[in-house]
């Protein structure tokens, strides 16, 4: 079975975040024990002791707030950067395959941001699984997995609709469910991949999302796994650079 743990960045009620990021990181689940092992080496700089009590979410990290305000700004930095390295291609296992939805909330006027994204997240997944079965009969189900702390509680109530939705269940083997982030590290690195996203829309900070851009799940040169809407919802998708402009999935080069 394939997880896919999921986190957001943005508020959507603060209109001085005009984006909302919800971004997932999908793994076969015995792959799990690997990435906690790296990530909690990166936390044990911080709490040689108990490396379990330190969690590694984004913007707390990188803006020094909490625990992290008493070390440096560039040791923060390089663990972020340290844990989106190891937790998303570790020596020894498969990378995984990571996802975002990045919406400009002025891009959907009239429309909830969390169902959209959530919606398109889901579907995003269900197209990684169905392309693994189809192409190698591989058939795996999948599950998704949130923090349980979301501060957007539509996503708990999409949750609980999932099953009966217009979505439906094919490739999945439950409805998502909630983890406490505090005892999950793959919720941690969903986060981080999330921040990392969301600094490179709202900051144009490329420096955390250009570790991880490679490994959105793309097939033949188009990046399935990375959706932006970042104007209005039926434009005409332009490239800049590698990152798509309107509303659609990403064109990588060549």
Same mark, same amino acid.
């Given at each position: 079975?394939?997880?896919?743990?999921?986190?957001?960045?943005?508020?959507? !009620?603060?209109?001085?975040?005009?984006?909302?990021?919800?971004?997932?990181?999908?793994?076969?689940?015995?792959? $799990?024990?690997?990435?906690? +092992?790296?990530?909690?080496?990166?936390?044990? *700089?911080?709490?040689? =002791?108990?490396?379990?009590?330190?969690?590694?979410?984004?913007?707390?990290?990188? /803006?020094?707030?909490?625990?992290?305000?008493?070390?440096?700004?560039?040791?923060?930095?390089? !663990?972020?950067?340290?844990?989106? *390295?190891?937790?998303?291609? /570790?020596?020894?296992?498969?990378?995984?395959?990571?996802?975002?939805?990045?919406?400009?909330?002025?891009?959907?006027?009239?429309?909830?941001?969390?169902? @959209?994204? %959530?919606?398109?997240?889901?579907?995003? @997944?269900?197209? %990684?699984?169905?392309?693994?079965?189809?192409?190698?009969?591989?058939?795996?189900?999948?599950?998704?997995?949130?923090?349980?702390?979301?501060?957007?509680?539509?996503?708990?109530?999409?949750? *609980?609709? @999932?099953?009966?939705?217009?979505?439906? $269940? +094919?490739?999945?083997?439950?409805?998502?469910? %909630?983890?406490?982030? *505090?005892?999950?590290?793959?919720?941690?690195?969903?986060?981080?991949?999330? @921040?990392? $996203?969301? +600094?490179?829309?709202?900051? /144009?900070?490329?420096?955390?999302?250009?570790?991880?851009?490679?490994?959105?799940?793309?097939?033949? /040169?188009?990046?399935?796994?990375? %959706?932006?809407? =970042?104007?209005?919802?039926?434009?005409?998708?332009?490239? $800049?650079?590698?990152?798509?402009?309107?509303?659609?999935?990403?064109?990588?080069?060549?």
């Amino acid at each position: 079975m394939y997880l896919l743990c999921a986190d957001e960045s943005g508020a959507v !009620a603060d209109p001085s975040q005009p984006y909302f990021v919800l971004a997932g990181v999908a793994v076969f689940e015995r792959a $799990t024990h690997w990435i906690q +092992r790296d990530l909690d080496q990166i936390a044990a *700089r911080f709490n040689p =002791d108990v490396p379990q009590s330190v969690e590694l979410h984004g913007s707390p990290m990188r /803006g020094g707030r909490d625990m992290w305000r008493s070390y440096p700004f560039a040791h923060r930095l390089e !663990a972020i950067k340290d844990a989106l *390295r190891l937790g998303v291609d /570790g020596a020894g296992r498969p990378a995984c395959t990571l996802f975002a939805v990045v919406i400009r909330k002025s891009a959907l006027s009239g429309v909830d941001p969390v169902e @959209f994204a %959530f919606e398109k997240l889901s579907s995003q @997944f269900d197209l %990684f699984l169905r392309r693994r079965y189809l192409k190698n009969k591989d058939k795996q189900r999948g599950l998704i997995i949130f923090d349980k702390a979301s501060t957007e509680p539509r996503i708990q109530s999409l949750a *609980r609709e @999932f099953k009966g939705g217009p979505l439906g $269940t +094919r490739n999945y083997a439950d409805v998502p469910m %909630f983890l406490d982030s *505090r005892a999950s590290r793959m919720i941690q690195l969903a986060d981080l991949v999330s @921040f990392a $996203t969301y +600094r490179k829309f709202s900051a /144009g900070d490329s420096e955390l999302f250009d570790l991880v851009q490679p490994y959105f799940d793309a097939e033949g /040169g188009v990046a399935h796994g990375l %959706f932006v809407m =970042d104007g209005p919802p039926h434009a005409t998708v332009a490239v $800049t650079g590698s990152i798509a402009q309107a509303g659609g999935p990403v064109m990588f080069p060549g």
